[in-house]
């Protein structure tokens, strides 16, 4: 277990979650203004970070006290390394991809504007997708949950049915259009899917319309999140919004991944709709108030402490 995850209380589910998506190297860059075409602008600072959907959700996790491994693709090259140094530091299980000729790792530009923390990015996924192959070969069954990002179509839809067979619980986290999408919906549990992607799907902007649309696809929930907007949440019952939660943002990048990562951990412990929304807003929000993909994580007592702060 690794040394910075929270002691979870007793009356807390401990669970173990598989995780399957697309993982990246950052290279983060904070600038007074994200430059226009053409122009210019000064970095103020920069660094880089391991980023990607599933991996940053499941730091979460282990911060919250859980069990995670990880199911993705990178090549022996620099930024291989970083991501294997990252997930062993964060106690992150994982298997080593094998070596392929002319394999490269995944990565991403991100420019953060200093003072609102809103972000461009600009991504390669990497040169090898996850393939069904890899997920047979696997430990997916042994697992609570599965999370995934909708990338490696085929093979996600591979591990969510193991999951579902096994009686487990399926999350996606849905940040662009994927292929493969119409098969897999059907074997989630609870989508998230940022407000910014309904026109993208169905070319309306309603995220209320946009989440029923997304309920008729297959999963029993839907997440709907809109940054300073906040958040809703849908079901057969009907909608639940949450306002966003006031924090001076530093860096937004990882925001929704965080949001679905305890969204992920307030629904294996059974809570209520309305908790859930609240537990994974204020996540988000704590997340934001720190520059980062890891070191910004917030624990369960960050979390608790903040909602205290913020009573309903």
Known sequence: MHGNHDTVPDDHRRFSIFG??????????????????????????????????????????????????????????????????????????????????????????????????????????????????????????????????GWSGEAAIVAATVMRERGGRVFLDLGSPKPHLDELLPHVDLLNCPARLIPRLFGAEDPVAGARRLLEMGPQEVTVTSGEDGALFASAAGVLRQAAFPVEAIDTNGAGDVFAGAMIFASMQGWDPRRRLRFACAASALKCRGLGNRDALPGLGDIDAFLREHPE
């Open 20 to 149: 399957l998506g697309t993982v990246v190297v950052d290279h983060q860059v904070v600038m007074a203004g994200i430059p226009e075409a053409d122009t210019k602008g000064e970095v103020i600072t920069d660094r880089y970070q391991v980023g990607g959907p599933v991996p940053t959700a499941l730091a979460l996790l282990r911060r919250l006290g859980m069990e995670a491994t990880f199911l993705g693709r990178w090549a022996r090259d620099p930024f291989g390394a970083m991501i294997e140094e990252d997930l062993r530091a964060h106690g992150i299980g994982f298997a080593v991809p094998p070596e392929e000729a002319g394999g490269r790792t995944g990565f991403a530009h991100v420019w953060v504007e200093h003072g609102t923390g809103r972000r461009s990015i600009a991504a390669y996924r990497g040169s090898h997708p996850v393939e069904s192959h890899h997920v047979e070969g696997s430990a997916v069954g042994d697992h609570h949950a599965l999370h995934l990002d």
